[in-house]
């Protein structure tokens, strides 16, 4: 069973970095797309980041273009969003979600929580003004 595990989320300063972590458990990577989302208080959780290992496509929301990474580390079955200049309007729970590819590919254009199936908990990230 497939499961997701975020860490890496603290209380950081702005302009400050950090990384986070999604371990996967119980499948195999090499088909699924990871998307990153977000959600803070009173708003919708809204795409931030994904990767896909099928044909490694990512996507990037305007917002954190230029300041966040994403990658996969196949062998630990991670994929990591590293966040760096990091904002006040960043702070949110982060979440990362999978889905299986194909026949549909997820990371090309915007990415919408309604297409993955799987979830992990979350984890905080808050960047005090």
């Known amino acids: 069973q497939l499961r997701l595990v975020e860490s890496g989320g603290g209380l950081v300063q702005p302009g400050g970095s950090l990384r986070l972590s999604c371990l996967v458990s119980?499948?195999?990577?090499?088909?699924?797309?990871i998307g990153w989302f977000r959600q803070a208080p009173g708003k919708e959780r809204e795409g931030v980041s994904c990767?896909?290992?099928?044909?490694?496509?990512?996507y990037y929301t305007d917002s954190v273009k230029d300041r966040f990474n994403i990658s996969i580390d196949n062998a630990k079955n991670t994929v990591y969003l590293s966040m760096s200049s990091l904002k006040p309007e960043d702070t949110a729970v982060y979440y990362c979600?999978?889905?299986?590819?194909?026949?549909?590919?997820?990371?090309?254009?915007?990415?919408?929580?309604?297409?993955?199936?799987?979830w992990g908990q979350g984890t905080q990230v808050t960047v005090p003004s």
């Open positions: 979600a999978a889905e299986s590819e194909p026949p549909f590919y997820y990371c090309s254009a915007d990415v919408y929580p309604g297409w993955f199936g799987s």
């Open positions: 990767i896909s290992n099928s044909d490694g496509s990512t």
């Open positions: 119980g499948v195999n990577l090499d088909y699924y797309a």
